[in-house]
């Protein structure tokens, strides 16, 4: 039976969006003189007109942050960084309608997901660390509990808010205060978020919304008035970031790309591994950096697997992102796609074998339908580099030790996932696995007690949890 769903979508009316937005400047608005347009990639209507930050907003804004970080906020206890912290995190779940909306029509990922996954979880960041505002000393972190002091942020795309969640939250619970960038597709929930700010009565400079693209990126990075750098987004950038960094003496955290590996062993529940599998991949249209997109199938049960995953996946539901139903909204750019579309291309060109979902796709906006590669070796580009869109790459394996040595085949080293029910197999495969995160029975949960980051191309430093608290603690090395 073939279930038809009729049209169920969220309504806009709970956004305002401004036609033209500034920067967000020690607590004022500061209209820039350059703007940039942000779409809905969903269907290329323009939202509305974003300004391009230039080295002189960028100076503008490190120079409140730390008028901020003297004056007011380094001489407050954590006691009292704490409560703005509960306000704020309040203030967003009292508005989380109105981020979700306006997240998934920025953004172009399904309304079910805003609303169930980045906006809860922003909060949650910011709950998270506002309890250890007043209890730093007690983080058993390798660090003083003293502040860097100006942090300079640059976030990407993929999830806009979360992200500025996971910079900024840990920032203000250490004390320090924060000049951060938003991707340039992705800007409108960061300047949601600066009303937020303004609602909390955060002391003005303490945060600082400076929007723009990679020359607004690099202005913040090199700006000499910053103690800190963290960033979010492709290795390219990153290995940027690190060589502008290398001889200064701000510190770093780097959280990059990823290739992970979700490993099925052969007694694994199948039925649960298939969700898991979809969970992996097409979760955000595959715009994850921790996303499972390499699959390592054990061959006693490859067939069965992919057969299962194929009918799952001719069911998933492609467009609207704002209708309640939808389980894959649209890719974020015109490049994003180009991208994608180009790495398809080498997979088809090198011999894999290609399967796309059948989904009648939009005519307007980026889209792609889901797609899985069968018969993929480790030299294929499509099991080598990040594509960082609905499409899985699979690969078989024999024995455990196989499966161990194709997963850390890669530059990077972010996630990976594991299916098994056998305890020892889990914890025999974790030891071996070179990644930052890695899942059990289970693929991409996240929680802000939780540590996140990478090894090799996937970073440097942890996001999250208390390991994530000592990168905005200055070192405890005497
Ligand atoms: P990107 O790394 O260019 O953009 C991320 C952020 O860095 C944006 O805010 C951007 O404005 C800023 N930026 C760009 N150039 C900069 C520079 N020279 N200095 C400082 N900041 C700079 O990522 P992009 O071009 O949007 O995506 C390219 C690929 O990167 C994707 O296809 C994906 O594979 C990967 N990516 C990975 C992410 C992750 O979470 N690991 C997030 C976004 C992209
Ligand atoms: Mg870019």
Redesign the pocket.
Known sequence: MNFEYAAAPESRSVIKIDPVYGHFINGKWVDGSVHFNTINPATEEVLSSISLGSAADVDAAVKAARSAFDKSWSKLSGRERGKYLFRIARIMQERAREFAVLETLDNGKPIRESRDVDVPLSAAHFFYHAGWADKLEYAGVDTTTAPHGVVGQ?????FPLLMLAWKIAPALATGNTVVL????TTSLTALLFAQVCQQAGLPDGVVNIVTG??ST??AI?NHPGIDKIAF???TE?GK??ARAVAPTNKSLTL????KGANIVFGDAAIDETVEGIVNGIFFNQGHV?CAGSRLILQESVADEVLEKLKRRMDKIRVGDPLDKNTDLGAINSAE?LA?IRELTAAGEAEGAGRWSANCALPTNGFWFAPTIFTGVTQAHRIARE?I?GPVLSVLTFRTPAEAIEKANNTPFGLSAGIWSEKGSNILWATQQLRAGVIWANTFNKFDPASPFGGYKESGWGREGGRHGLSAYLKGSAK
């Open positions: 640059i976030i990407p795309w993929n960038k938003p991707a340039e693209d990679g990126g690099s990075v979010t987004g492709s950038v940027l970031i959280e990059l790309g990823g950096c994003q991208k990040e960082f």
